[in-house]
């Protein structure tokens, strides 16, 4: 079995700051998972006040038997790509680009960068048919990936769980309408295939200090493998 902590869009910064990061390493504590995965937006765009506060020191990670994960969403391209993610590593956060992990067991996680990366430095991530040509079919694969777009991609690659955020479930009424005429799943869980999808509404807040229609959260799965897969 396998028990996963996946927190998405936390967007550290002049909103989500101190507080929160205690909360939410409380909230981990918890759960006891065995690997925590960050869906992107770690920080939020503006990376001042994360600097100033060094806010990521008051994240403090739960012992796990297979440790921390993250990759970039969007925002960590808008506030500068090299200085936010230099400085999420510092914390002994691992940030997956475009890379390949394996846990115990055979449990291949991929971490992709954000579709936004080439906006902002020009570099296009890899299509998950060069990131998966490694793939072994026969033992379990993750795949996080910020944004849910162009899921059938995932289903035609062959994973066997895709762990998404970004969308925040429109984060304020009426906009949850629209985040679901955009998204094939906006928030929760659809299965295409073999493939399963679960999008998390997100931990933190972008624009407006509210959330009306959406609630924040800490996704929890628990994983029960079956003849290997």
Request: aromatic share 8%.
């Amino acid at each position: 079995n396998l028990r996963i902590a996946a927190v998405s869009d936390i967007h550290l910064g002049s909103i989500i700051r101190k507080r929160s990061m205690k909360k939410l390493s409380l909230m981990l504590d918890r759960i006891k998972p065995d690997v925590i995965f960050l869906l992107g937006d770690i920080v939020d765009g503006d990376l001042g006040p994360v600097l100033r506060g060094d806010l990521l020191k008051y994240f403090h990670e739960p012992a796990t038997r297979f440790g921390l994960y993250g990759i970039t969403g969007n925002h960590e391209f808008i506030g500068g790509a090299e200085r936010t993610i230099t400085y999420i590593e510092s914390k002994g956060i691992r940030l997956l680009k475009d890379e390949k992990i394996v846990l115990p067991g055979g449990i291949q996680v991929y971490g992709r960068l954000d579709s936004y990366s080439f906006r902002f430095k020009n570099k296009n991530r890899l299509t998950l048919e060069e990131l998966m040509k490694d793939a072994d079919h026969s033992k379990p694969i993750i795949l996080l990936d910020h944004q849910p777009s162009h899921l059938e991609e995932s289903e035609k690659a062959g994973a066997d769980l895709q762990l998404s955020g970004h969308t925040h479930n429109g984060q304020m009424w009426p906009l949850n309408y629209i985040t679901k005429r955009l998204f094939e799943v906006s928030c929760g869980y659809l299965k295409k295939g073999n493939t399963q999808i679960i999008v998390s509404s997100g931990f933190g807040l972008w624009g407006p200090r509210i959330r009306s229609g959406s609630r924040p959260e800490v996704m929890l799965i628990d994983i029960r493998f079956t003849n290997g897969q």
